[in-house]
């Protein structure tokens, strides 16, 4: 069975350039998240989908990130315009999303590594 | 401050060793996921504990949710150069949007041939 598929593996763009990451979940996997991990720390996430509508985006900073789950498979994650601080390691996961959170096991692609200069 | 702490954050034992990793929540750990990351790269799924008590085992890796469910420990027993790599651990916290995984900061492990 084929994994989280994520692409570009690595960027590195100037401060106020735009971004935009692509993840592909496990078939079959009605949620996707999004997470934000910097260099030392765990992953934050920054959203959640079931199917195609959003569950919790309370942590992303709307005034300059974006994502949509257009058909409820594959999503796409964009930053405009980048700051330094935006360099991390962006992460997507899916689960099948029929377990309730407490049960429900995600599965993390291999990341985008985003460098902001 | 962390929701959820790990210890150590980062851990040198020479091969054939045995070691322990602890993550600590103030609050009751309704599910608790290890992961296991390799530098750069995503995250591995290891196990998950849901029932306090429990305990899990994947070939020479060990998992314990404590009876309280608000500490869980990871063992490894006899640890070779391929366990080395950042240990996460994940609890499902719930807020008002629902339940999210929370990580802890991660414990980094190498394994001296």
């Known amino acids: 069975e084929a994994g989280v598929a994520q692409s570009p593996r690595y960027k590195i763009i100037e401060k106020r350039q735009s971004v935009a990451f692509w993840c592909n979940p496990i078939?079959?996997?009605?949620?996707l998240y999004w997470y934000q991990q910097i260099l030392g720390q765990g992953p934050k996430l920054l959203i959640q989908?079931?199917?195609?509508?959003?569950?919790?985006d309370s942590q992303l900073p709307k005034d300059r990130f974006s994502a949509e789950r257009l058909k409820g498979v594959d999503s796409t994650l964009k930053i405009q315009p980048a700051k330094l601080e935006d360099s991390a390691v962006y992460l997507c996961?899916?689960?099948?999303?029929?377990?309730?959170?407490?049960?429900?096991?995600?599965?993390f692609g291999p990341g985008t590594r985003l460098t902001v200069l | 401050s962390q929701e959820l702490e790990q210890s150590p954050q980062s851990l040198i034992v020479q091969e054939g060793k045995n070691l322990t990793i602890n993550c600590t929540s103030s609050?009751?750990?309704?599910?608790l996921y290890w992961y296991k990351q390799k530098y750069g790269e995503g995250l591995i799924f290891l196990m998950m504990?849901?029932?306090?008590?429990e305990e899990k085992s994947h070939e020479k890796i060990t998992a314990k949710l404590d009876e309280k469910k608000q500490q869980s420990s990871l063992h490894i027993t006899a640890s070779q150069p391929s366990h080395a790599g950042i240990y996460l651990c994940?609890?499902?916290?719930?807020?008002?949007?629902?339940?999210?995984?929370?990580f802890g900061q991660g414990t980094e492990l190498s394994v001296k041939p």
């Open positions: 996961a899916s689960s099948l999303g029929t377990g309730g959170a407490i049960a429900d096991t995600q599965y």
């Open positions: 078939s079959g996997h009605a949620t």
């Open positions: 989908f079931q199917n195609n509508g959003v569950v919790d």
């Open positions: 609050k009751t750990l309704y599910g």
């Open positions: 504990l849901q029932k306090g008590g």
């Open positions: 994940g609890a499902v916290m719930i807020y008002n949007q629902g339940g999210k995984l929370i």
